[in-house]
């Protein structure tokens, strides 16, 4: 087994390839929660996948609080919810959301 030297964790193996970062809620991150709502905007930099990543359960309040959401890689996003790996290579200006109950996501118009 792969091991992460400095402190014996397991090393996090690449799903996704060599994406980017993304913008990711702590409701996903944190709490473990789905991702039910995807979208990916222009990137602000030559490392930013554009992507961002919601369950949905957040409100206005917690959205505005800038310590409720982190910039994560895309691969530790698709480890706690491999329902979005499908669908990364949808192009800059997708608006994904579930489809209630399944792994799959349909687009918004």
């Not at 913008?23 to 961002?52: C, F, H, Q």
């Not at 691969?75 to 800059?92: E, G, Q, T």
Request: aromatic share 8%; hydrophobic share 35%; with cysteine.
């Amino acid at each position: 087994m792969n091991q992460n030297n400095d402190n014996n964790i397991p090393a996090e193996k690449n799903l996704v390839g060599d994406i980017g970062f993304c913008l990711a809620s702590g409701k996903i991150m944190i709490l473990g929660e789905k991702v039910d709502y995807m979208y990916r905007e222009e990137p602000n930099s030559d490392t930013d996948s554009g992507w961002r990543f919601l369950s949905n359960t957040e409100d206005e309040e917690y959205l505005d609080n800038p310590e409720n959401s982190e910039i994560y890689s895309v691969n530790a996003v698709a480890h706690n919810d491999m329902a979005i790996i499908p669908y990364l290579k949808s192009p800059v200006g997708s608006e994904l959301v579930r489809v209630e109950g399944t792994d799959e996501f349909e687009a918004l118009d």
